[in-house]
């Protein structure tokens, strides 16, 4: 079997010089695949991104041990621009739009600077808007007029328009009523089938996340303790149940 598209083995990080996020985490992403990871408040999933985009030093983490490899290249060794140069671009959680602007001036915003061609922009401008209509609806209005879904959506097309071979989302349903996190994941899987993206999307709602993954790894208390298949997840109730909480179950059934 080829090499995974993302490696992450065996990662210790640290916040501060001292503080132990993450202790032994490991997770592979297959290219062309959906990976959730799952886990709940704190468990370690935002430090986990943060370290394969390699944005931790921002909030004084550190990867101490282990290592990140994205298409065999260490990511410790890249910029954060660099990655999203190779292919790996990431949605943070929060959405972060800029307000003032409007949604197309937020899409561009996303342009990398080694993108020159106006007829190539146009053209990742038009996949974006046709993955998302409703965004070329907007795409004359302010963001901060928008939606929280709208905005959630708007982030993903930014993130997007560098045409990634794999995105990394944080909790992409994090304060939307349920039909809007639906059609979130809908739009995701559909990004996936067509385009072949590979995500790895942190969440907390484990009920949507293992309705659309292909695979699952689960983090406690700064630990993968578990990983498998996002179907045998699912119908494992007794898993369910003492990791994701029973309100997980129900929603789940
Ligand atoms: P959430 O869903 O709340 O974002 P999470 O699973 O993403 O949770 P992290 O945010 O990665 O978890 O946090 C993992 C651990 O690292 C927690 O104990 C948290 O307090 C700690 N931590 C996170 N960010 C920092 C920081 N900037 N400085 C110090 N400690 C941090």
């Known amino acids: 079997m080829s090499a995974p598209l993302l490696q992450i083995a065996s990662i210790e990080v640290r916040y501060q010089g001292a503080l132990l996020a993450l202790q032994?985490?490991?997770?592979?992403?297959?290219?062309?695949e959906i990976h959730a990871l799952l886990g709940a408040n704190g468990a370690g999933k935002s430090t986990t991104l943060k370290a394969v985009s390699n944005l931790l030093a921002a909030q004084r983490g550190q990867v101490r041990g282990g290592r990140i490899l994205f298409a065999g290249r260490e990511v410790a060794r890249s910029s954060p621009a660099d990655l999203v140069r190779q292919g790996l671009a990431q949605v943070l959680e929060g959405r972060h739009c800029f307000p003032s602007l409007s949604v197309e001036e937020n899409l561009l915003t996303g342009w990398p600077a080694h993108f020159t061609r106006?007829?190539?922009?146009?053209?990742a401008l038009e996949r974006i808007y046709a993955f998302f209509p409703l965004l070329h609806?907007?795409?004359r209005s302010l963001a901060g007029l928008c939606s929280g879904g709208e905005q959630q959506m708007l982030a993903i097309g930014r993130a997007l328009i560098s045409r990634p071979r794999l995105l990394v989302l944080d909790e992409p349903s994090?304060?939307?009523?349920?039909k809007v996190v639906a059609d979130i994941f809908a739009q995701l899987s559909r990004l996936n089938r067509e385009e072949g993206v590979a995500l790895l999307v942190a969440e907390q709602n484990s009920a949507v996340a293992l309705q659309y993954a292909h695979r699952a790894t689960v983090l406690e208390h700064g630990h993968s303790v578990l990983s498998g298949e996002a179907r045998a997840l699912r119908e494992?109730?007794?898993?369910?149940?003492?990791?994701?909480g029973e309100g997980n179950v129900a929603q789940a059934a």
Not at 24 to 32: C, H, K
Not at 174 to 178: I, N, R, S
Not at 236 to 244: S, T, V
């Open 174 to 178: 994090m304060g939307l009523a349920p």
């Open 137 to 139: 609806q907007r795409r």
């Open 24 to 32: 032994d985490v490991s997770l592979d992403v297959r290219a062309g």
């Open 236 to 244: 494992r109730a007794d898993i369910q149940a003492f990791y994701f």
């Open 118 to 123: 106006r007829a190539v922009l146009r053209e």
